[in-house]
């Protein structure tokens, strides 16, 4: 074994994680396969991590500190930075490993050159290590119980769905992760999510049907994406700079085939993708969709070519997007209006509300958008007729 070339960087950025981490290296340590290295940055911690990493003998784990704590992204970019191993294994500081993980894993992207990413089916653990099975957190493993698709399939799910897969499950090419450009620094609640969307668009996945990740649901809801009112402003605004992804599709057939209800709109031409789009994301019950698809649409006609090619191909005029942006709730007003109607008591719609939203334990990128689908959920529950 080549401690210069592993076949697997294992990277681990991590804070403040003095409880967890001797636990999350020690199940790497403990795998069956052990052609790897372990490259950890740490974001200036100010608890004991850093102490309990230095205290394994290992030479296979390689740490560097930042000087002061900069976010989680850019840690990540520092590890692979430092990371040498045909591919990279993503855990977080709180989370462990089955001893098979890494062993089942390499075996698949060696005997399946046309996947460049293989996750793994999740088992959850609470603070002290344990098993989950109560029902409190049965709608949380049932995110990640989702079955494989191809490519568009994917994409479709995280355009009208948002994310399912588990980072710290993962095992992706160097090279293509690269290519990527890691995770964006510019995110936080859903990087994961970004990348796979990114991923998708150009490459295959697959997840092996064994609960092979054990990630850690911690007590206080203190996990990164916790359920405050900043996160899930943040998950927001993240999730509707994450759609501008999709304007990456250039292939109208492949548009069609993870979309097929654009022809509702008519045939779509390449000049138009943005377009269609935008129509798609109006069409949903998330605010933020409707948002950017109504950005979008006015961003392309803003273009005088693309705006006479709307009209002649699908009749779509400046008079059709001003009439659309006057139908389309964007905002939640009409959505608010009609419930405060309906029960006659802002202060209960908005208690409501906020119970609802924070009854929700949102932990990292696949749960932060469970708020929002909650508010849709309630909505309908009392006035059905507001939400189409």
């Known amino acids: 074994m080549s401690l210069k070339e592993p076949m697997v960087s294992v990277r681990i950025p991590s804070y403040n994680h003095e409880k967890y ?29 850093v102490d309990v990493i230095r205290s394994f003998g290992d030479p296979r784990i390689r740490l560097e500190v930042l000087k002061r704590n900069s976010s989680m992204n850019v840690a990540v970019e520092h590890c692979m930075r430092l990371a040498a191993g045909k591919y990279v294994a993503n855990l977080s500081s709180d989370d462990m490993w089955a001893p098979t993980k890494l062993e089942k894993q390499v075996a698949f992207l060696e005997s399946n050159s046309e996947y460049d990413a293989v996750f793994t089916r999740v088992e959850l653990i609470g603070e002290e290590g344990g098993t989950l099975k109560n029902e409190e957190y049965a709608n949380i493993a049932d995110i990640f119980n989702c079955e494989n698709r191809k490519a568009s399939g994917w994409l479709r799910r995280f355009f009208y769905e948002g994310n399912c897969l588990c980072n710290p499950s993962v095992m992706i090419k160097r090279d293509v992760y690269k ?10 609640s859903l990087s994961d999510f970004d990348l796979w969307v990114r991923f998708s668009l150009r490459h295959r996945l697959w997840i092996l049907d064994e609960k092979l990740t054990r990630f850690r649901m911690r007590d206080g809801n203190a996990n990164i994406s916790a359920g405050s009112a900043g996160n899930k402003n943040r998950a927001a605004f993240e999730f509707k700079q994450i759609l501008d992804n999709f ?142």
Not at 35 to 49: A, H, K, L, Q, Y
């Open 21 to 49: 981490i001797y636990d999350c290296i020690s199940s790497i340590l403990n795998q069956t396969y052990q052609d790897f290295e372990i490259v950890i940055v740490d974001d200036c911690s100010t608890d004991g991590t």
């Open 179 to 188: 290519s990527l450009h890691y995770q964006d620094k510019r995110l936080l």
């Open 247 to 388: 304007l990456d599709i250039k292939d109208t057939d492949f548009l069609l085939e993870i979309f097929p209800e654009c022809l509702e709109f008519g045939k779509p031409g390449e000049i138009a993708i943005p377009y269609f789009l935008g129509r798609l994301a109006i069409q949903t019950d998330f605010l933020y969709h409707r948002l950017w698809g109504c950005e979008k649409i006015f961003k392309l006609l803003a273009d005088e070519k693309a705006a006479a090619f709307l009209e002649k191909q699908y009749d779509f005029r400046y008079s059709d997007f001003l009439a659309l942006t006057k139908t389309t709730d964007c905002f939640g007003i009409e959505t608010v209006e009609r419930y405060i109607n309906h029960t006659g008591n802002l202060e209960q719609v908005i208690r409501r509300l906020e119970n609802e939203i924070d009854a929700i334990h949102a932990t990292r990128s696949w749960r932060a958008t469970r708020p929002l689908r909650s508010l849709r959920k309630l909505f309908k529950q009392n006035n059905p007729e507001t939400i189409k």
